[in-house]
Every structure is written in structure tokens, then in C-alpha cells.
């Protein structure tokens, strides 16, 4: 005998089925005519409501409660993405009551709305009905692929007006002005002033982040790395370019800071630590730009938000790049603080500060090898050195973004 949904009950399933994808573009009049031949049901947890490989008779729609979906592949069973089947499972397979894709297990008690496979197939003979839901399937598919997968190096830069780049600039340089002083002082056991010589680094640094964002759109504008005999080579030196280039600008940036332990004139001090602090230049270009860009477009398609979007690629990029730049970042650093020491000399001492995370019970060179190999891996103050990368990359993208619509 056939189901039919009355009052509150008609008006909770359409509600229900309204989450569907496959029903999205359903009018309120033809959600109410599906909704009409489903059943109300309540089952305990542990309860398979659909079974993998068996037909598909019915779909359910929960209500309230939890379903989790397992799938069993060579013997191992694997539990499938909930971002949709938590609320509904078995509505892509009812129409030609298809074998089941998964199993639906229920995890607590749940109330559900089942919706029989021939009371749906007899709504489709509804013509205009049948075309809201093939118009709901496709919404659904071209959110499907309008995910963006550019390769790290084939990111193109979006429009980036000089008076936002130049704000952005502006406001980061006392968060990192104040994160780069913590630093020294864990290094070297010194402290500093937070904000020391702001009046030279606030323009430097809006100098200097320009630089970045400017070289990058001139180079895209400019070359185009396919029409060149090496392609890949060239899309490297590119993303390389802008922080080798403005390596000088962030030696002066460094230079300010450390006027506390290296007494030197600023046009000898800023030369203190150049090597090192052009590998970490790099790799801070290559994360503002590219690898911002990059995480950003991998942000899960849930996140429509562009503002979220941006800010979560921007603190993903950051945490790699603060990581992978610690340890140029350190050695630049002491050598800035103490030039008379040579490089071997700085790691040597940089390394041995790790021994006390080494167990006593190891001894010699086991002992040296290990503490090195925990300065490498995870030096000192890396997470406060992520935390700046991450901030910095967050306010500078975040901030061009959201004022590049005003110029």
C-alpha cells in the first residue's frame, strides 16, 4: 500500500529532500509531490539501511541522527565521505534500482524518510519535474569540476594595485617587526625592542613586498615560459627571481634589528648573512605567490567563501614555507648578530644547542649527529618562525585582496 506523508511530517521530508542534490532545483509543489509517498521511520544504531551490491529499492533521508557509509574493497573495508551521505543515502541509484554503491550503517539511533524507488521513478513522468532534477544533477556536476588544479609553477598572479600592496606591506611590518625580535631573542638569549627603527622598515618593508608582488605580474605579463627552449627551467628561475632580487631589501629589513648586537655601519651590517638569506627569500617568494595561489585553489569546494578561501591557502603556504626556511633564516640571523664567526662555526654552535633533546644514554658522535640532525629537522623557534610566515602570508593576501576592489 502505498505511503503518504501528511502535516508536519510532508513539510520535514520535502525539507529533507530540498539537502538533496538531486532535488535542489525542485519547485516547493514538486518537493511536496516526492515527499508525499515517503515513510517515516525511526531504527537503532548498527542497523544497515542499504547493503553494498544489493538493489536499491529505496533511499533514505535522515532527520536526525547519524549514518556513516562502508565500502569493501579487496577484502578491506573503507568509510566514505560524509560530506553528503550523512544526510542522505541510496537517491543516485533509485531510479534504475541500481546495486548499492555502499553500505549505510546507522552509528546512533536515527529517524529517517525512505523514498521507494517506484514511487520516484513514478514522479518522473512528470516532464517539468524530471528537468528540475536533471538541472539539480548538473549544478551539482559543475561544481564538481569547476575545481582548478594549476601546477605550483604554472600560477598566474592575479591584479595586485600598488596602493593595497603598499597598506598590506605597511600593517604586516609591525607584526613581523615583532615576531623577528622574539626570534633573535631565543637565538641568542638577547632582547630587543619590538618596534626598533620602524621609520626605516616600514618603508623598506612596503618596498620590499611590492617588490615581490610586481616582479611576479611583470614576469607574467612578459615571458611566456612555453615558447622558450626549457620551459620548466625558466618557470623556475621565475619563481626564484623575485626573491633573489629582493634579498638586498630584506638584508637592510634584518639589519635594523640588529643593531643591539652587531655595532657595525648599516651599509657593512646589512651584508651579514646574504647566502643564507637569499635561499630563505626564495622560498618566502615562492610561498606569497605561487604556493598561496596554489593552496588556495585546493581549498575543498565547501569553501565558497573567497575571503576563507584565501586565508586558509595563505596559512597552509605559510606553515610550509616558515618550515622549510627556518633553518636559512637561522644562520642568516647569526651571522647578521655575529659576523666575526664563520658559517661552520655558527652551525656547529647552532647544532650542539639541540643536544639536550638528545637521551643521555647516547654518546660521542652518535650523540653530534643526532643533535644536528634535530637542528635540521625541527630547529629552534620554528614554530614561532611558521607563526610569523603564516601571519605574514594572511595579512599580505588577505589585505590585497580584500582593498584591491577600492583602486
Known amino acids: 500500500m502505498p505511503y503518504s506523508l501528511h502535516g508536519d511530517d510532508l513539510v520535514?521530508?520535502?525539507?529533507?529532500?530540498?539537502?538533496?542534490?538531486?532535488?535542489?532545483?525542485?519547485?516547493?509543489?514538486?518537493l511536496e509531490k516526492i515527499a508525499s509517498g515517503m515513510e517515516k521511520r525511526h531504527y537503532p544504531a548498527g542497523i544497515d539501511l542499504l547493503s553494498q551490491g544489493q538493489e536499491s529499492v529505496?533511499?533514505?533521508?535522515?532527520?536526525?541522527?547519524?549514518?556513516?557509509?562502508?565500502?569493501?574493497?579487496?577484502g578491506v573495508q573503507h568509510q566514505m565521505d560524509s560530506r553528503h551521505g550523512r544526510f542522505a543515502c541510496g537517491s543516485l541509484h533509485l531510479q534504475?534500482?541500481?546495486p548499492a554503491f555502499a553500505t549505510a550503517r546507522t552509528t546512533t539511533d536515527v529517524e529517517v524518510y525512505a523514498l521507494p524507488a517506484d514511487h520516484f521513478n513514478g514522479c518522473l513522468t512528470d516532464s517539468n519535474l524530471a528537468q528540475s532534477v536533471v538541472i539539480g544533477l548538473t549544478?551539482?556536476?559543475?561544481?564538481?569540476?569547476?575545481?582548478?588544479?594549476?601546477?605550483?609553477?604554472?600560477?598566474k598572479s592575479a591584479r595586485a594595485p600598488i596602493p593595497a600592496i603598499s597598506i598590506a606591506a605597511a600593517i604586516e611590518s609591525f607584526y613581523r617587526s615583532a615576531l623577528n625580535a622574539y626570534i633573535n631573542w631565543s637565538l641568542t638569549g638577547k632582547s630587543n625592542h619590538l618596534f626598533p627603527n620602524m621609520h626605516i622598515q616600514v618603508p623598506t618593508r612596503v618596498v620590499y613586498i611590492n617588490g615581490f608582488k610586481l616582479l611576479r605580474m611583470s614576469f607574467d605579463e612578459r615571458i611566456d615560459p612555453a615558447k622558450t627552449s626549457n620551459p620548466a627551467l625558466t618557470r623556475l628561475g621565475l619563481a626564484f627571481a623575485p626573491g633573489i632580487l629582493m634579498t638586498p631589501v630584506s638584508s637592510l629589513l634584518e639589519a635594523t634589528n640588529a643593531g643591539h648586537m652587531n655595532k657595525e655601519p648599516m651599509y657593512t651590517r646589512w651584508l651579514r648573512g646574504l647566502v643564507p638569506r637569499c635561499a630563505r627569500e626564495v622560498i618566502f617568494g615562492v610561498g606569497l605567490n605561487q604556493l598561496s595561489?596554489?593552496?588556495?585553489?585546493?581549498?575543498?569546494?565547501l569553501i565558497e567563501n573567497k575571503a576563507l578561501r584565501t586565508a586558509l591557502g595563505s596559512m597552509t603556504a605559510g606553515v610550509l614555507s616558515g618550515y622549510f626556511s627556518h633553518v636559512p633564516?637561522?644562520?642568516?640571523t647569526l651571522k647578521l648578530l655575529n659576523p666575526a664567526q664563520s658559517y661552520l662555526e655558527l652551525f656547529r654552535s647552532y647544532a650542539a644547542r639541540h643536544t639536550i633533546y638528545v637521551p643521555s644514554s647516547i654518546k660521542g658522535t652518535s650523540r653530534d649527529v643526532l643533535a644536528t640532525t634535530i637542528a635540521c629537522v625541527f630547529p629552534q623557534a620554528v614554530l614561532i618562525r611558521t607563526m610569523q610566515i603564516v601571519g605574514s602570508f594572511v595579512i599580505l593576501n588577505g589585505t590585497i585582496n580584500g582593498l584591491k576592489g577600492f583602486f
Open 293 to 301: 595561489d596554489y593552496c588556495e585553489e585546493r581549498m575543498p569546494p
Open 329 to 332: 633564516h637561522n644562520l642568516s
Open 139 to 155: 549544478q551539482e556536476l559543475k561544481s564538481v569540476t569547476r575545481s582548478m588544479r594549476t601546477p605550483l609553477l604554472e600560477q
Open 58 to 74: 529505496e533511499a533514505f533521508f535522515v532527520a536526525s541522527g547519524s549514518i556513516i557509509r562502508l565500502r569493501e574493497m579487496d
Open 12 to 30: 520535514e521530508g520535502s525539507r529533507l529532500l530540498k539537502k538533496s542534490p538531486l532535488f535542489r532545483n525542485c519547485t516547493d509543489s514538486q
Open 96 to 98: 534504475r534500482k541500481e
